[in-house]
């Protein structure tokens, strides 16, 4: 048995205030919101990352993000989202269970966009990057 926090979430060992729930996903809201109805979205079986999840799993995470925002959206009526993951320590993941954070965006909420989350594209132009990116296959 691994633990980790938001397994023991889906378990129900931890309350949440749910957002969305089907049987392969769960969203709740963020302990420590960072927008009005910051939320979470997890696979129920345990990942670490983007990478550890299988595509099936993903292609649901995909519809409960969806169906979550719909939540929101009906809920809230924010002006729009951000959307997106930490994965790694160095992109400030905590909790090593997959979670895509929604943030919900308010007209002059002071908040920035992706953009703001880096600023340091390197030394390599991106004509370099690119021939990179063709020599190598996946
Ligand atoms: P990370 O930095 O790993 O991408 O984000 C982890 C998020 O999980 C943080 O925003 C944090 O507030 C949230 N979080 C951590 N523990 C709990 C918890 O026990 N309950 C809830 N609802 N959120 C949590
Ligand atoms: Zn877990």
Known sequence: MIDCIFCKITNGEIPNYTVYEDEKVLAFLDIHPHAKGHTVVIPKVH???YFDLNEDLLGHLSIGIKRTMEKIDK???PDGYNVGW???LVAGQVVPHLHIHIMPRYEG???GS???I???AGEKTVEELGKLFA???L
């Open 118 to 120: 880096i600023n340091s």
């Open 135 to 137: 020599a190598s296959s």
């Open 109 to 111: 909420d002071g908040g």
């Open 114 to 116: 992706m953009h703001s």
């Open 86 to 88: 930490n994965q790694g």
């Open 75 to 77: 809920v809230l009526s």
């Open 47 to 49: 990942a670490e990352n």
